[in-house]
Nanobody, 120 residues
Framework: QVHLKESGGGSVQTGGSLRLSCAASGFAISNCEMAWYRQAPGKGRELVSTIASGGTTYYVDSMKGRFTTSRDNAKNTMSLEMYSLKADDTADYYC??????????????WGQGTQVTVTS
């Protein structure tokens, strides 16, 4: 059974850091593009970053220089390191796997999300 599980969320003060992890089971991430999305209270789900199977990364402009996505295909995991966190980064963060154009957002598998709260 396919499963994605995020961990590492929590509450942090403005300017602080957090590391989120995503553990996959039931399939191998090695051939899949992976992504992080987030959804703030009252807003739609938005892309944070993507990482291709070979490790090439993409970041939304507002996250560039503050967020770093990495993957470990051998461990079937993906991580998101977040620095210089702002109140606007408060959201539920979701791990997504395996790009699929028939889905919207275009990923086949999703985790349940982990909550990040940035306080002043």
């Amino acid at each position: 059974q396919v499963h994605l599980k995020e961990s590492g969320g929590g509450s942090v003060q403005t300017g602080g850091s957090l590391r989120l992890s995503c553990a996959a089971s039931g399939f191998a991430i090695s051939n899949c593009e992976m992504a992080w999305y987030r959804q703030a209270p009252g807003k739609g789900r938005e892309l944070v970053s993507t990482i291709a199977s070979g490790g090439t990364t993409y970041y939304v402009d507002s996250m560039k220089g503050r967020f770093t996505t990495s993957r470990d295909n051998a461990k079937n995991t993906m991580s998101l390191e977040m620095y210089s966190l702002k109140a606007d980064d408060t959201a539920d963060y979701y791990c997504a796997a395996c790009w699929d154009s028939s889905e919207m957002p275009p990923y086949k598998y999703w985790g349940q999300g982990t909550q990040v709260t940035v306080t002043s």
